[in-house]
């Protein structure tokens, strides 16, 4: 089955907690989210586009609250899952692409834009190579999931910073955020669903990486 009708199929186009005007498609009880995995991994993680996580949630709620800090930008979702952050952002007014390598996440992203009324396209980003041309903000939500994403996330981000990109990052005070870093700008309680999904309410992080 191709990823855009699995997910039409399986999962449920519902209004995200504490964000009026965004629904996403979400995963839930039914979903068999597992028909996608190999057998050979006993507890395979949520996957970012089939739920919303805190760190993205965190991300969404400051673009609705302060519409100035994207309005006319030319922001990029990185690491975008279900395209949550980029709605907000195109919401509030940005001119957004979304960078995403899992191929659902891909037809997550447009099917999610176009149910909320915008235009969100797909960008490759290579997190070994430069800084992305055009853009002025990067949004990058749950993105410090591992220390081996981590370790070439924060270069690629501080190149990205270097040719004078503003970046945003949203995250839960995971392991392995470099806090050393980064500078908090906002938190959100947020109704966190991805990797604590058995928790209603936790701590969503802004930071700006100084």
């Known amino acids: 089955m191709e990823p855009a009708d699995f997910i039409t199929s399986h999962l449920q186009l519902k209004p995200v907690p504490g ?4 629904s996403l498609y979400t995963a839930h009880a039914g979903s068999r989210l597992s028909r996608l995995f190999s057998e050979d991994g006993d507890d395979p993680p949520a996957p970012y586009w089939a739920y919303p996580w805190a760190g993205g949630l965190a991300l969404a709620h400051h ?5 100035e800090l994207v309005a006319g930008k030319r922001v990029l979702d990185l690491g975008a899952g279900s395209g949550l952050v980029g709605i907000a952002a195109a919401q509030a007014g940005a001119l957004v692409q979304a960078a995403e390598i899992d191929a659902n996440g891909r ?3 447009g099917l999610n834009a176009a149910a909320n009324g915008v235009a969100i396209p797909l960008r490759e980003i290579d997190l070994d190579g ?3 041309k055009a853009i002025d903000l990067i949004a990058a939500g749950d993105v ?6 981590a370790a070439l996330m924060l270069p690629f981000l501080r190149r990205c910073q270097a040719n004078g990109i503003t970046v945003l990052i949203g995250d839960p005070d995971r392991r392995d955020l470099p806090r ?4 908090e700008v906002a938190r959100y309680t ?4 991805g990797d604590a999904r058995d928790t209603a309410n936790r701590m969503g992080v802004v930071y700006r990486l100084r």
Not at 19 to 22: A, K, V
Not at 144 to 149: D, G, Q, S
């Open 144 to 149: 410090f999931y591992n220390a081996e994403v």
């Open 130 to 132: 430069p800084a992305p």
């Open 190 to 193: 947020v109704s966190d669903v």
């Open 63 to 67: 673009f609705a609250a302060h519409p």
């Open 19 to 22: 964000l009026p005007g965004i």
């Open 180 to 183: 050393d870093a980064l500078t």
């Open 107 to 109: 037809a997550a992203i």
